[in-house]
């Protein structure tokens, strides 16, 4: 079955999405606008959404008038999505392989976009694929990928966790699916013209990652998405074993004294680096 693994993946971590969406779309708010703005999106469009999640980029292209589909492949963020965009169609599925048209009766999607959604596919050019066939000819598709580099959205903080394991879960490899697949421009590029994707380009977009909700300095917040990752959820069962109960509390306030000191003008944020990629059917 394609993406086998990341379906099973996705069924635990999009419970742990759904739980923390209110930090998740603060933070990620920059580049769901990023999307949007260069989509284009017009009254009338039928717009997929690949990885809708719990459906940001949904309800932003429904306040515009467009006749909203997403598809995701965890069950929880399809359900947090339909709770979400009530007005939109959701399905759970793959999109490497689903019938992407069958949502608006075989009709073909005008928009086709993406916020971190698109970097988990076994076979990413099948997908692609698959994704154009379902598009418009002419239709555009606009995503944004985290870009390769330093990022501190999978260092900062963790790194203080990281240090305290006996085996800590490997860096993430950016030759497999996950979120630094799309990473390297050139992949990309090269995905996309074989998929029969054309106009390919690639923009560097860097938006400011905030954790400072309301009038929260964001240190709460950055540990609550740490804790829900897989290093922390690793730490808390490791280091409580280990350490006991004041030893795994010693290493939180820890975690929360790093980011203390990481805060700039008093608030944990940082540059969220990714490539903001556009293309033609």
Do not use: Y
Request: charged share 25%; hydrophobic share 45%; net charge negative.
């Amino acid at each position: 079955m394609a993406n086998e693994e990341q379906q099973h993946a996705w069924a635990a971590q999009g419970i742990d999405w759904v739980e923390n969406a209110a930090i998740f779309e603060a933070v990620l708010a920059p580049f769901a606008d990023a999307v949007i703005r260069s989509a284009d999106i017009r009254a009338g469009a039928r717009v997929l959404d690949i990885g809708c999640g719990s459906g940001a980029l949904l309800q932003r292209s429904a306040a515009l008038g467009a006749i909203p589909v997403g598809v995701d492949i965890s069950e929880p963020m399809v359900q947090a999505a339909r709770r979400q965009v009530p007005e939109a169609t959701v399905s759970l599925g793959d999109a490497q392989t689903m019938d992407l048209q069958a949502a608006v009766g075989g009709a073909s999607f005008d928009r086709v976009i993406s916020r971190f959604g698109v970097m988990f596919f076994d076979d990413p050019v099948a997908a692609f694929t698959n994704i154009r066939q379902a598009a418009s000819p002419g239709a555009r598709l606009v995503f944004v990928c985290w870009r390769d580099g330093e990022n501190p959205m999978f260092t900062t903080g963790i790194d203080v966790l990281a240090a305290k394991l006996e085996s800590p879960p490997p860096a993430l490899d950016p030759t497999l699916p996950g979120p630094l697949a799309f990473g390297d421009p050139d992949r990309v590029r090269a995905v996309l013209a074989d998929a029969g994707w054309g106009d390919v380009a690639l923009e560097a977009f860097d938006g400011v990652c905030d954790f400072g909700i309301g009038d929260s300095d964001g240190v709460e917040e950055r540990v609550r998405l740490i804790l829900a990752n897989r290093t922390g959820q690793q730490a808390r069962a490791e280091l409580q074993e280990r350490l006991g109960d004041d030893g795994w509390a010693a290493a939180v306030d820890e975690l929360r004294d790093e980011l203390r000191r990481l805060r700039v003008d008093g608030v944990v944020k940082f540059p969220g680096r990714t490539w903001l990629v556009t293309a033609i059917a």
